[in-house]
């Protein structure tokens, strides 16, 4: 079978390596994809905006399944096209996308549901912002509604940081994402991602993940994509891991199946795990990147197999996924500049060398120019490893991360620090 994978980070690499271990597939191409992708896909420069053409392309090499990593497609639409043409899809239309779309849709579902978040108001003007906040109080949350690339959330800890965050807002800030706010709770607790693959009906787990979102070592400075991650997070015990299923992932996929707009693929709850018990943080409705890297380190199964059993509304026909017992952990090589205006160009060498201590490097933000690697994005790599425990795979993925040759780039000496100190 063939197989068209859309986007072109770490996440996709990790999928695209993930996919092309499957007896299953045939062919692989990848949309736009990255040098590492090119390891196991032919690259084709098909727009995933332009959904005509993606529809183009699937009927041309006979694509029957097209994976969509990223979420601004599926906010976008693209799987409703494309399964209303009959072609498979890994990955949610657009309505249930809306579940990362709009902070808003997430919080009047969990409202309407019982699911536990965040106290939370909405306001779609500046004064009504300000009485909502008057009722909150500090520390408080305030969100840009729509899709911000991570960067439309602001801790308040003060009333001139909370004023501010809605000047910013209002003002166009984080552009036609904040013209409506959320304003929330501030929870306190640690956090984890939890995974569910669903394909409308079944629901089953599919790991955890903790990830480090701060640029700087000591969990300091501005907030990033994520710098490194690993799985699984052992504070999500299988007990909290039942919690959140039946109290958060499965009421939120059978609401969606109701209102007859039913969720097929992967559901990332970011969670709050406070003294009250696990919390809605956010949904994402796609792998995390770089939590997807740790999951297919781990995934011991056919991931094309469960894509395809996903897509095709089949998943209860397959025995739950398995993952190795071991820990994976990545880290994540960044150029300098980034999370603000990273440099790009620079020159990367050593992947041999990483290699040969045993990890797996993922190619995120890379270029080929004439057959040597350069940096073209903010996140570069993700270097990967396996270990019997967190601190294991450290050792390795740092030893690794070491070897590679990035002299314009920089990544974190404390990835997994949590779980090592745990004893993990
Ligand atoms: P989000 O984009 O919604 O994941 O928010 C980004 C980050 O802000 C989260 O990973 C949390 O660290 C933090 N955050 C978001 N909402 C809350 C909340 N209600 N209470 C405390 N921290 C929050
Ligand atoms: N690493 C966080 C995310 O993918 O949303």
Redesign the pocket.
């Known amino acids: 079978m063939n197989v068209l994978l859309i986007g072109s980070g770490g996440r996709e690499h990790a999928l695209a390596w993930k996919l092309a271990q499957s007896p299953l597939l045939g062919k692989l191409f990848a949309a736009p994809g990255n040098p590492g992708i090119a390891e196991h896909a032919e690259l084709v420069s098909v727009d995933p905006l332009d959904h005509r053409a993606v529809l183009d392309f699937c009927t041309r090499h006979s694509v029957e399944l097209v994976v969509i990593g990223p979420e601004a497609p599926l906010v976008d639409g693209l799987a409703d096209n494309l399964r209303t043409m009959g072609v498979l899809v890994f990955g949610p239309n657009k309505v249930p996308a809306q579940l990362e779309g709009s902070?808003g849709f997430t919080k009047d579902l969990c409202a309407r549901h019982g699911i536990p978040t965040?106290r939370y108001e909405r306001a779609s003007d500046k004064l009504a912002a300000e009485a909502v906040l008057a009722d909150f109080g500090v520390p408080v949350?305030i969100?840009a509604d729509g899709l911000a690339a991570?960067k439309?959330?602001i801790?308040a800890m003060t009333e001139e940081e909370a004023q501010a965050a809605l000047d910013t807002m209002f003002e166009g800030g984080f552009g036609s994402a904040g013209s409506a706010v959320v304003i929330?709770?501030?929870?306190e607790g640690e956090?984890a991602s939890f995974f569910a693959l669903t394909d409308g009906e079944t629901v089953v787990p599919f790991g955890s993940a903790q990830d480090h979102?701060r640029v700087g070592d000591g969990d300091t400075g501005p907030?990033t994509g994520g710098m490194g991650a690993y799985s699984p997070a052992s504070i999500l015990t299988s007990e909290l891991e039942a919690r959140v299923m039946e109290e958060i992932v499965k009421p939120t996929v059978r609401a969606l199946a109701e209102s007859g707009t039913p969720y097929s693929g992967i559901l990332y709850a970011?969670l709050?795990l406070t003294a009250e018990g696990p919390k809605l943080?956010?949904y994402n409705v796609r792998f995390g990147d770089p939590e997807c890297q740790v999951l297919m380190m781990r995934l011991e199964d056919d991931l094309l197999e469960i894509m395809l059993a996903t897509a095709r509304g089949k998943l209860a026909e397959l025995p739950p996924p398995r993952f190795s017992k071991d820990a994976a952990l990545t880290v994540v090589m960044a150029a300098n500049g980034y999370p603000g205006t990273p440099e790009k160009g620079g020159r990367i060498g050593g992947f041999e060398a990483a290699a040969g201590k045993g990890a797996k490097v993922f190619h995120a933000g890379t270029a080929s120019d004439g057959g040597t690697i350069i940096a073209s994005g903010g996140r570069v790599l993700t270097v990967s490893a396996r270990g019997r425990t967190v601190k294991e795979a450290a050792a390795i993925a740092y030893e690794a991360a070491d070897a590679i040759d990035f002299p314009t780039g920089f990544y974190r000496k404390d990835i997994g620090w949590r779980e090592i100190a745990r004893g993990r």
């Open positions: 902070k965040a949350v969100k991570g439309g959330v801790i929330e709770e501030f929870m956090e979102k907030n970011g709050m943080i956010e």
